[in-house]
């Protein structure tokens, strides 16, 4: 994918800690301007979002950016688990709060820190279903990986339903 066709964005959020900081991400041109209205409606919300750094502060090492409780979302990289290529290399997929929100498939839990919210409790940062982050996501055209039967990947959202 030509880098022409990615957009960089700054966003104002609110941290774990109830502090307003500025993250920043990547993400495909097409889906620049929905997500800054996503990302502000999830603001006036209150929704806390542990970080928010370029997976580039982390090597691009999609396991270590889990690990940090990093929102990301452009990454060149392979679907978990698979061969083919993950949204995330087309700038259409974003992952928000992975500790809270972690990738379930049987026993595997990624991050591993996410153990504690496999049973999808209500707490700071915890996506719902039908809660503001998956209507607000769903109201920009995006699909929601905690709708999937398995894997369920509470983190992920993409414009594709994959």
């Known amino acids: 994918m030509p880098l022409g066709e990615l957009r960089y964005l700054t966003v104002t959020?609110?941290?774990m800690a109830?502090?307003?900081v500025t993250g920043e991400l990547v993400v495909h041109a097409d889906v620049?301007?929905?997500l800054v209205e996503v990302f502000r409606t999830l603001f006036d919300a209150g929704y806390p979002i542990a970080s928010m750094r370029?997976?580039?502060d982390f090597g691009a090492d999609d396991d270590a950016s889990m690990a940090a409780d990093n929102a990301s979302a452009f990454n060149c990289r392979a679907v978990t688990g698979g061969t083919g290529w993950s949204e995330h290399s087309y700038g259409r997929a974003i992952d928000v709060n992975?500790?809270?929100n972690p990738y379930v498939r049987g026993t595997t839990v990624l991050p591993p820190a996410g153990a504690a919210f496999v049973d999808r409790h209500?707490?700071?940062g915890v996506i719902l279903d039908g809660d503001v982050?998956?209507?607000a996501f769903a109201a920009h055209g995006w699909q929601w990986g905690g709708h999937w039967t398995s894997p369920k990947d509470y983190q992920?959202?993409?414009t594709t339903g994959r």
């Open 13 to 15: 959020h609110h941290d």
């Open 18 to 20: 109830g502090g307003v």
């Open 32 to 34: 620049a301007d929905g």
């Open 54 to 56: 370029l997976v580039d």
């Open 98 to 100: 992975p500790v809270e």
């Open 122 to 124: 209500a707490a700071p």
């Open 133 to 135: 982050v998956v209507q």
């Open 156 to 158: 992920h959202f993409s």
